[in-house]
């Protein structure tokens, strides 16, 4: 995607610089005038600078992929994806990681744009330093140490100057040092002044992110543990001890309380959630999707980047959970009893207050007292009423009365009950 219309302003001090005329100081901002002025000196042809493949020249393929696979930066891919790719997927614009020499490690966009932005070499493996290819804002970002845009006609090389890009670094949070870039290139869609400041949103995320990893980067066997499988696992929220994850091989992973709310919001929904719905479903309007990108790309790396896919949010697997055991048993007429003693306090049930969790539990709650108060059997109605779900429950109360015999001890017991909740509740 062209830009339409680049400065005419911005385009006449390129050409009249290199001529050897200096731009007048309000024709081009002085970052992009003093990068100009650093890669004519270091010799850089301004018509044809598009870097070749330097991933032949410097090492094979196998070597570069196993290089980037255990580059710091990498660890940071999914959250990338999970804040970036969902919301520009068809807009022409890539997505680009770069290593600290300004190495592209990873490009990714719609094939349309990646198409593109291959014609310039705009590709992985290839160098895009201010020392190889001229101003751009990745090797911009990485001489200047911040978050740069360029836009069109800024660009030193000709061939390039029908994109704009926007750029910031990353920072390792140990030792200070930059790791790499974030970069988005695309037309006139990233000229905008929105898209610097997107990039810096993301680049903040990512940094807080690595901090509380709280892990040394510099040691690539810090990235490269196996991901759990996503096939066999089991998911507990019902229990009084936490929420876990247990893999297949039969290891377990407690789980914060949102993690269990999203994977609970996703079993009920296989067709999958978009960014909002799945927010509403956490939180309604008190949670902005980048915070849901954010803690799905935490989950990922917790579990694994392939438990969960994007656009819509779904499972990648079925997901055996003891919520799903306790429903699929209401529905198929089980023992009511070992029904409730197995839901107990209800765990994730009562303890979130997400408005999906709480829909899902109030689905639950009324499909089990439906079937105790139906059947209408004793022990299920002692069971349902002596526990913390149905305590209060009137009606059951009532059934119960109702179904114990006359001059049975217990019916004054429960008919006490009946006449305390009537005053209660002013029934």
Same mark, same amino acid.
């Not at 291959?118 to 290819?133: A, L, M, P, Q, T």
């Not at 799905?296 to 079925?318: F, Q």
């Given at each position: 995607?062209?830009?339409?219309?680049?400065?005419?302003?911005?385009?006449?001090?390129?050409?009249?610089?290199?001529?050897?005329?200096?731009?007048?100081? @309000?024709?081009?901002?002085?970052?992009?005038?003093?990068?100009? &002025?650093?890669?004519?000196?270091?010799?850089?042809?301004?018509?044809? &600078?598009?870097?070749?493949?330097?991933?032949?020249?410097?090492?094979?393929?196998?070597?570069?992929?196993?290089?980037?696979?255990?580059?710091?930066?990498?660890?940071?891919?999914?959250?990338?994806?999970?804040?970036?790719?969902?919301?520009?997927? $068809?807009?022409?614009?890539? %997505?680009?990681?770069?290593?600290?020499?300004?190495?592209?490690?990873? %490009?990714?966009?719609?094939?349309?744009?990646? /198409?593109?932005?291959?014609?310039?070499?705009?590709?992985?493996?290839?160098?895009?330093?201010?020392?190889?290819?001229?101003?751009?804002?990745?090797?911009?970002?990485?001489?200047? /140490?911040?978050?740069v845009q360029v836009i069109g006609p800024?660009?030193?090389?000709?061939?390039v100057q029908d994109f704009s890009c926007?750029?910031?670094?990353?920072? @390792?949070?140990?030792?200070?040092? !930059?790791?790499?870039?974030?970069?988005?290139?695309g037309g006139r869609e990233v000229a905008?002044?929105?898209?610097?400041?997107?990039?810096?949103?993301?680049?903040?995320?990512?940094?807080?992110?690595?901090?509380?990893?709280? %892990?040394?980067?510099?040691?690539?066997?810090?990235?490269?543990?196996?991901?759990?499988?996503?096939? =066999?696992?089991?998911?507990?929220?019902?229990?009084?001890?936490?929420?876990?994850? +247990?893999?297949?091989?039969?290891?377990?992973?407690?789980?914060?309380?949102?993690?269990? *709310?999203? #994977?609970?919001?996703?079993?009920?929904?296989?067709?999958?959630?978009?960014?909002?719905?799945?927010?509403?479903?956490?939180?309604?309007?008190?949670?902005?999707?980048?915070?849901?990108?954010? *803690?799905?790309?935490?989950?990922?790396?917790?579990?694994?980047?392939? !438990?969960?896919?994007?656009?819509?949010?779904?499972?990648?697997?079925? #997901? !055996?959970?003891?919520?799903?055991?306790?429903?699929?048993?209401?529905?198929?007429?089980?023992?009511?009893?070992?029904?409730? @003693? /197995?839901?107990?306090?209800?765990?994730?049930?009562? +303890?979130?207050?997400?408005?999906?969790?709480? *829909?899902?539990?109030?689905?639950?709650?009324?499909?089990?007292?439906?079937?105790?108060?139906?059947?209408?059997?004793?022990?299920?109605?002692?069971?349902?009423?002596?526990?913390?779900?149905?305590?209060? $429950?009137?009606?059951?109360?009532?059934?119960?009365?109702?179904?114990?015999?006359? =001059?049975?001890?217990?019916?004054? %017991?429960?008919?006490?009950?009946?006449?305390?909740?009537?005053?209660?509740?002013? !029934?």
């Amino acid at each position: 995607m062209a830009e339409a219309g680049p400065s005419s302003r911005i385009r006449r001090a390129y050409e009249e610089f290199l001529v050897g005329v200096n731009p007048p100081t @309000d024709a081009v901002r002085s970052v992009v005038r003093d990068s100009w &002025a650093r890669s004519l000196k270091r010799g850089i042809d301004p018509g044809e &600078a598009v870097p070749e493949d330097d991933v032949s020249a410097t090492m094979t393929m196998a070597e570069f992929a196993r290089y980037r696979d255990t580059h710091p930066i990498t660890s940071i891919r999914p959250l990338v994806r999970s804040l970036m790719l969902d919301d520009i997927a $068809d807009t022409g614009v890539v %997505v680009a990681l770069t290593d600290q020499v300004g190495r592209l490690l990873w %490009v990714e966009g719609d094939s349309e744009a990646l /198409d593109r932005a291959g014609r310039i070499n705009f590709v992985e493996g290839s160098v895009w330093s201010e020392d190889i290819v001229g101003t751009n804002a990745p090797g911009l970002a990485l001489t200047m /140490d911040k978050g740069v845009q360029v836009i069109g006609p800024e660009h030193f090389a000709g061939p390039v100057q029908d994109f704009s890009c926007a750029a910031a670094p990353v920072h @390792d949070p140990i030792t200070g040092h !930059v790791i790499g870039v974030i970069d988005v290139t695309g037309g006139r869609e990233v000229a905008a002044p929105f898209a610097l400041a997107a990039v810096r949103s993301v680049v903040a995320a990512v940094e807080r992110e690595l901090r509380s990893q709280a %892990v040394d980067l510099a040691d690539p066997a810090t990235f490269a543990a196996e991901a759990p499988e996503p096939a =066999g696992a089991r998911l507990v929220v019902l229990g009084d001890n936490g929420y876990r994850w +247990e893999s297949g091989s039969g290891t377990a992973r407690q789980l914060s309380r949102r993690h269990a *709310e999203i #994977l609970v919001l996703l079993q009920e929904y296989p067709e999958g959630l978009n960014t909002e719905q799945l927010a509403m479903q956490l939180a309604g309007d008190e949670i902005d999707p980048v915070t849901v990108r954010a *803690e799905i790309s935490r989950l990922r790396r917790d579990l694994g980047p392939d !438990v969960v896919r994007s656009r819509p949010y779904r499972l990648t697997a079925d #997901l !055996v959970s003891d919520l799903a055991d306790l429903r699929r048993r209401v529905a198929d007429g089980a023992d009511t009893r070992a029904i409730i @003693d /197995d839901l107990g306090r209800g765990g994730l049930l009562v +303890e979130s207050s997400a408005p999906g969790i709480v *829909e899902i539990f109030e689905v639950v709650r009324e499909d089990i007292r439906s079937r105790v108060i139906a059947e209408g059997e004793v022990g299920a109605l002692r069971t349902w009423t002596s526990s913390i779900h149905g305590r209060d $429950d009137l009606q059951a109360w009532r059934r119960l009365e109702h179904r114990l015999p006359v =001059g049975h001890p217990d019916r004054a %017991v429960v008919g006490g009950r009946i006449r305390l909740l009537d005053r209660r509740y002013g !029934v």
